[in-house]
């Protein structure tokens, strides 16, 4: 069973920083893009970040600068490392993969469950 979990989301104070972690399982996901999304309540889910087989990284310009995305495809596992964390950055966070996939969510093929990050002012 393919599966993407994500981790390490929870409440921080504005200017702080977290490590979101996501492992994947039950797939061979080298060949794929791996992106990060998000979803606040009452918004559309928004594309994040991604990182893809060759090495290039694409980021929504609002966490440019200040969210970092990786990748170890030794432990199956992508990252997102935020700093600098607003309370516009409050969201579920999901991790995503899809073969070729962009910045739309419905090119992505699997996802996980999603992590709560909450910035507070």
């Known amino acids: 069973q393919v599966q993407l979990v994500e981790s390490g989301g929870r409440l921080v104070q504005a200017g702080d920083s977290l490590r979101l972690s996501c492992v994947a399982s039950?797939?061979?996901?080298?060949?794929?893009?791996m992106g990060w999304f998000r979803q606040s309540v009452g918004k559309e889910r928004e594309f994040v970040a991604s990182?893809?087989?060759?090495?290039?990284?694409d980021y929504v310009d609002s966490v440019k600068g200040r969210f970092t995305i990786s990748r170890d495809n030794a432990k199956n596992t992508v990252y997102l490392q935020m700093n600098s964390l607003k309370p516009e950055d409050t969201a579920v966070y999901s991790c995503a993969a899809g073969f070729s996939a962009t910045r739309r969510p419905d090119s992505y093929t699997y996802w996980g469950q999603g992590t709560q990050v909450t910035v507070s002012a």
């Open positions: 039950g797939r061979t996901f080298s060949w794929d893009n």
């Open positions: 990182a893809w087989p060759g090495g290039n990284t």
